[in-house]
């Protein structure tokens, strides 16, 4: 018996046995090996093109999501200028509503001031008018102390009273 070559018996029963495994084998575990493999090879592939899939999604979301980011910024902007310019046209409302009043008051104030003055001079004419009606008075009492003398001046006064009528 040598090392390199065993008995021929031994070879067709070691023949057999192989035979029998492979044809076991055969039957039943490659069919299922070979189906378990597909279904992996089919699940990776899957997997493989879910992962595509998601990725293609989240490169869409990321898009979609800077075009928001965008909107929204531009949206604030244009937000942010119509309150600037509301700001701007309250301000200058402001202004013109507080110059009209302030012109208001000072017209009142100008025309209070004129009837005051005018009440004034009024007052002032009515005064000299009483004050010279009681200067004359005592003087025409002075100066006509006798009868002489009030006729003298009834008779000058119906002289020029005729003097005005030619």
């Known amino acids: 018996m040598s090392l390199l070559m065993p ?7 070691m023949l057999l046995a192989f035979g029998v495994v492979f044809f076991i084998l055969a039957k039943w575990g490659w069919p299922v090996i070979t189906s378990m493999a597909e279904k992996r090879a089919t699940f990776i592939s899957e997997s ?12 869409n979301l990321k898009t979609e999501m800077q075009s928001v980011v965008d909107n929204a910024r531009n949206e604030q902007a244009r937000i942010l200028k119509d309150a600037t310019h509301t700001r701007e046209t309250i301000i200058q409302e402001a202004k013109q509503k507080a110059q009209t009043e302030a012109n208001k008051i000072v017209e009142d104030a100008r025309a ?11 007052e002032i004419r009515v005064q000299v008018v009483e004050l010279s009606v009681d200067i004359a008075e005592k003087v025409i009492r002075k100066e006509l102390d006798g009868e002489n003398k009030q006729i003298a001046v009834i008779s000058k006064m119906l002289d020029e009273m005729g003097s005005l009528k030619n």
């Open 7 to 13: 008995e021929t018996g031994l070879v067709i029963w």
């Open 48 to 59: 493989l093109k879910s992962a595509k899939e998601a990725n293609e999604q989240m490169e």
């Open 112 to 122: 209070r001031m004129q009837i005051e003055r005018e009440n004034i001079l009024n």
